[in-house]
T-cell receptor
Framework: SQQGEEDPQALSIQEGENATMNCSYK?????LQWYRQNSGRGLVHLIL?????REKHSGRLRVTLDTSKKSSSLLITASRAADTASYFC????????????FGKGTKLSVKP | EADIYQTPRYLVIGTGKKITLECSQT?????MYWYQQDPGMELHLIHYSYGVNSTEKGDLSSESTVSRIRTEHFPLTLESARPSHTSQYLCASSELRRGGGDTQYFGPGTRLTVL
C-alpha cells in the first residue's frame, strides 16, 4: 500500500511565486525524501530529512518534517519555469529491507 | 547526472513477445530496484535486489522476472507481453546501509507499449 499522499495533486503558479507541497505518511520512517520527475524521465533526488530533524534547507528548497503528525512539506521559493515537474515524497523504511514508499506526487506548473 | 542506464528508452511490441529491459549502473551500488509507473501516477516497486544472486519481489505483484548475475546489471524480463504490461519501467540503485531508506538514483526509464 502507498505510504505517502501528496497534496495538492496539481499546482499552478506564476514564476517568482513560492510553491508549497505537502505529504502525509502512514507508518514509521527513518527519513523522508523528496524527488523530482520531469515528464517522461526518471526521478532525481532533491533532499533527505531524517526522522530526528525538523527542518532542512538546500538552495531554494526548504523541507519540514513533523513526525507527530506524520507529515512533511516541500517549499520551493522564487519558482522558475524550469521547476515545472512532478514532485514525489518517499518514506524511507529502516531495517534490513530499507525500501522507499513513494506517494502519488504533485504536478507543479510554473508559468513564465 | 546519475550513472545508471536503461535500454531501450521506448519499445512497442506485439502481444506474446518475450522482452528484456536492460538496466546497468556504474556506481558500484549493491542494491537495485525496478518500479512500474503509469503516466501521472505513483511508482510501484515490483522487484529489488540486495546484490549478486539476490532477487526479491516488491510491493506490487508482477509477471516479470529479474536476475542479478553481476553487480552492475539488473535486467527485467517479460516472457509473454500483454497489453496490461503497457507502462513506464524505472530502474534505480542505491548503496546498501544498515539503516535503510537510502537515496536512490534513477535511470531515464523504458516506456513499454504492448499492442
Amino acid at each position: 500500500s502507498q505510504q505517502g499522499e501528496e497534496d495538492p495533486q496539481a499546482l499552478s503558479i506564476q514564476e517568482g511565486e513560492n510553491a508549497t507541497m505537502n505529504c502525509s505518511y502512514k507508518t514509521s520512517i527513518n527519513n523522508l525524501q523528496w524527488y523530482r520527475q520531469n515528464s517522461g524521465r526518471g526521478l532525481v533526488h532533491l533532499i533527505l530529512i531524517r526522522s530526528n530533524e525538523r527542518e532542512k534547507h538546500s538552495g531554494r528548497l526548504r523541507v519540514t518534517l513533523d513526525t507527530s503528525k506524520k507529515s512533511s512539506s516541500l517549499l520551493i521559493t522564487a519558482s522558475r519555469a524550469a521547476d515545472t515537474a512532478s514532485y514525489f515524497c518517499a518514506g524511507g523504511r529502516g531495517g534490513s529491507q530499507g525500501n522507499l514508499i513513494f506517494g502519488k506526487g504533485t504536478k507543479l506548473s510554473v508559468k513564465p | 547526472e546519475a550513472d545508471i542506464y536503461q535500454t531501450p528508452r521506448y519499445l512497442v511490441i506485439g502481444t506474446g513477445k518475450k522482452i528484456t529491459l536492460e538496466c546497468s549502473q556504474t556506481m558500484g551500488h549493491d542494491k537495485m530496484y525496478w518500479y512500474q509507473q503509469d503516466p501521472g501516477m505513483e511508482l510501484h516497486l515490483i522487484h529489488y535486489s540486495y546484490g549478486v544472486n539476490s532477487t526479491e519481489k516488491g510491493d506490487l505483484s508482477s509477471e516479470s522476472t529479474v536476475s542479478r548475475i553481476r553487480t552492475e546489471h539488473f535486467p527485467l524480463t517479460l516472457e509473454s507481453a500483454r497489453p496490461s504490461h503497457t507502462s513506464q519501467y524505472l530502474c534505480a540503485s542505491s548503496e546498501l546501509r544498515r539503516g535503510g531508506g537510502d537515496t536512490q538514483y534513477f535511470g531515464p526509464g523504458t516506456r513499454l507499449t504492448v499492442l
